[in-house]
């Protein structure tokens, strides 16, 4: 089955970096959107960024463009997001999610990694 696993979350403290990875199994990585997505405690899981098949292309959300980079490794099955500047309002659960295509909903979850920025 479908198996998306993040990593690279944690405790770091405002203006620091920090780099996510989502690693895939069960499916064939190259022929799949792949997105972040975010929650925080009690409020809605708000989209980050997403990246196309190759890599070529890339969307990010007002509230981190310029501050994130989205990008992918289809020999690693892996996705990553490098954050940079990072505020106490981007804490929350990072999630990957994959889609097979832009038309379609984000059908392929992971549970997520913890990140909080303390001030």
């Known amino acids: 089955q479908v198996q998306l696993v993040e990593s690279g979350g944690g405790l770091v403290q405002a203006g620091d970096s920090l780099r996510l990875s989502c690693e895939a199994s069960g499916l064939t990585f190259r022929e799949y959107v792949m997105g972040w997505f975010r929650q925080a405690p009690g409020k809605k899981r708000e989209f980050v960024a997403e990246i196309s098949r190759t890599g070529d292309n890339t969307n990010y959300a007002g509230i981190v463009k310029g501050r994130a980079t989205i990008s992918r490794d289809n020999a690693k099955n892996t996705m990553y997001l490098q954050m940079a500047s990072l505020k106490p309002e981007d804490t929350a659960r990072y999630l990957c999610?994959?889609?097979?295509?832009?038309?379609?909903?984000?059908?392929?979850w992971g549970r997520g990694t913890q990140v909080t920025v303390s001030s």
């Open positions: 999610a994959a889609r097979v295509n832009y038309v379609s909903e984000y059908d392929n």
